[in-house]
């Protein structure tokens, strides 16, 4: 009995509560968009993303790997 009301409760959480998805950003874009996304999913300025990579690419070359994978594999924002 109380499987059941769990259940019902997590299908209601799953209902009201709408995922937000990662994608590359078709407007806030300078190369992939890659940052714009990151940026639009966390909600922050897409310079500071910007920032993070170049920063991630001089302290060891992280970044730039980083941002290729995305690149790759985040798929394009289907709103134009």
Known sequence: K???AYLNKQKTIKNNKEMKKL???NTNRKLCGVCGGFAEYFDLD???MR???VILTL???GGLLIYL???LVIPKSPIQ
């Open 2 to 4: 109380c499987w059941k």
């Open 69 to 71: 994978i995305c690149a």
């Open 46 to 48: 897409p310079t500071i």
């Open 23 to 25: 994608y590359r950003s």
């Open 59 to 61: 302290f060891g070359g």
């Open 51 to 53: 920032l993070l990579v």
